[in-house]
């Protein structure tokens, strides 16, 4: 299983996405186009999205990989134009890494 983070994890969830099998990448800057083909968003089952600021990431991505599933792991709510996009939105003060990573884990399956 293949992941792909667009922002900053400072809750560890590429560790915790490792800890149950995922191979984790991680797409630099905006995640714009280049660079989530550069992390390997062709052959990601998963994209998480750590920033809301980030958001256009996730058309993007939907549109280059088909059955992509999205978590939303942010303190910030969504934009309209993607929350219904997303499979998940899950806010870290509330859901632990280790938490997310299992049920991202189980439905990937």
């Given at each position: 299983m293949n992941a792909v983070i667009a922002g900053p994890d400072?809750?560890?969830l590429g560790a915790a996405l490792?800890?149950?099998g995922f191979s984790v990448t991680r797409a630099a800057?905006?995640?714009n186009r280049p660079a989530l083909?550069?992390?390997g968003i062709h052959d990601a089952e998963l994209l998480v999205l750590t920033d809301a600021a980030l958001a256009t990431a996730i058309p993007v991505a939907t549109d280059l990989t088909d059955d992509l599933r999205i978590i939303a792991y942010t303190t910030d709510s969504l934009p309209e134009f993607v929350k219904g996009q997303a499979h998940m939105a899950l806010d870290p003060a509330l859901f632990d890494p280790e938490d997310v990573a299992e049920e991202a884990a189980d439905t990937g399956e």
């Open positions: 400072e809750h560890d490792s800890a149950v800057g905006t995640a083909e550069e992390a």
